[in-house]
């Protein structure tokens, strides 16, 4: 080879380098550049408002400033089954489940955020028309109760003590759906309801009456952790890092803002299930705690979890602090 072919294969080389240099250096910074595709369920509570807010608040664009481009998928079945089967990224889902089922085939379902009904602020009831001639929970005898469908695990916990303390007997347990419940007594569906807030406000700010309410700090415990926002351990270490940390800063930024904000979470839960208000219904409504990854109150994570043991449900196999997240999980 002579001497100037030997000049152009170094020179080419050089740039080949140089080329392989500036891919290396400059890919990781194009990556951050473009935004993260994430796949997030969503219902219409207040389990799911935090996405909704991170979306739809022009005035802060949690998930336009994380570069998080989200593709939102109505939950249709149970949203932990949908996470572990890839339908979704991110979830909301009931601490219930995520406490007695975490595991999935060698990766963890664990906790980004978490959301809980407080102690003296009653959040569920049981409503009946205004024109029913029940006065008491006694009068449920021989009737329909009807209950949100996603909210099935929970009056399988309150209801025995509701039988066994007022000696309730032929109660028919009716599921409904979302859109069920506005016309459920005019329709002949149900004789009462069992519903939490959002829905127990809207149903009272119509008119119908309260039977009987608190039954989950009655029949449950105190304070209950209700959900937790949760991401597989293998997509946040691994399959998509940087669009989990994306993800993690848009929530618990939305987090601190409806915290701060209780009204906004009124008006926002009203306007994502498209109701009319002329100021009274948000009088109606009360809305849960909304916690950070670091707010999460695992004291009360540890209670439930043995409240479920206790009941045969679920076992202890899982330390309360394993099923959250840590920070270092997300450092960069």
């Known amino acids: 080879m002579s001497i100037r ?5 170094l020179n080419f080389l050089i740039i080949l380098g140089v080329l392989a240099l500036l891919f290396v250096v400059g890919y990781p910074q194009y990556k951050e550049s473009l935004p993260s595709k994430v796949k997030i369920g969503i219902d219409k509570s207040f389990s799911s408002l935090p996405f909704y807010v991170a979306k739809m608040d022009t ?3 949690y998930f336009t400033i994380e570069k998080v481009e989200p593709e939102f998928i109505e939950i249709t079945g149970d949203p932990l089954q949908g996470l572990k089967d890839g339908t979704f990224d991110m979830v909301a889902v009931p601490w219930y489940r995520l406490i007695i089922s ?8 664990k906790s980004v955020c978490g959301i809980e009904l407080k102690s003296g602020r009653v959040t569920d009831a ?4 205004p024109d029913s001639r029940m006065k008491n929970v006694k009068d449920l005898k021989g009737k329909n109760l009807g209950y949100m469908a996603a909210d099935e695990y929970l ?3 309150v209801f025995p003590g509701l039988e066994e303390d007022f000696k309730l007997t032929k109660v028919t347990l009716v599921p409904l759906q979302i859109e069920d419940v506005p016309t459920a007594f005019t329709d002949k569906k149900v004789d009462a309801i069992y519903l939490l807030d959002p829905y127990r406000g809207y149903m009272v700010y119509k008119g119908n009456k309260v039977l009987f309410e608190g039954l989950i700090s009655n029949y449950i415990m105190p304070s209950l952790p209700l959900a937790a926002i949760v991401m597989r351990q293998n997509y946040v270490k691994t399959e998509n890092r940087l669009a989990a940390i994306r993800m993690k800063n848009a929530v618990e930024a ?3 803002y409806l ?10 839960i009203i306007k994502v299930n498209g109701w009319v208000s002329d100021g009274t219904l948000t009088l109606n409504i009360r809305i849960p705690e909304y916690q950070r990854l670091s707010e999460i109150n695992v004291k009360n994570v540890e209670r439930l979890q043995t409240e479920l043991v206790q009941r045969g449900i679920g076992t202890c196999g899982f330390k309360p602090t394993e099923f959250l997240f840590s920070k270092l999980d997300f450092r960069r």
Do not use: W, Y
């Open 259 to 268: 915290a701060r904000n209780p009204e906004a979470a009124k008006n926002f």
């Open 102 to 109: 975490p595991g999935l085939n060698g990766d963890t379902v």
């Open 155 to 157: 009056i399988n916990l």
């Open 5 to 9: 072919a030997k000049e152009r294969l």
């Open 59 to 61: 005035s802060r664009n």
């Open 126 to 129: 049981i409503i009946v028309s």
């Open 254 to 256: 939305t987090m601190s």
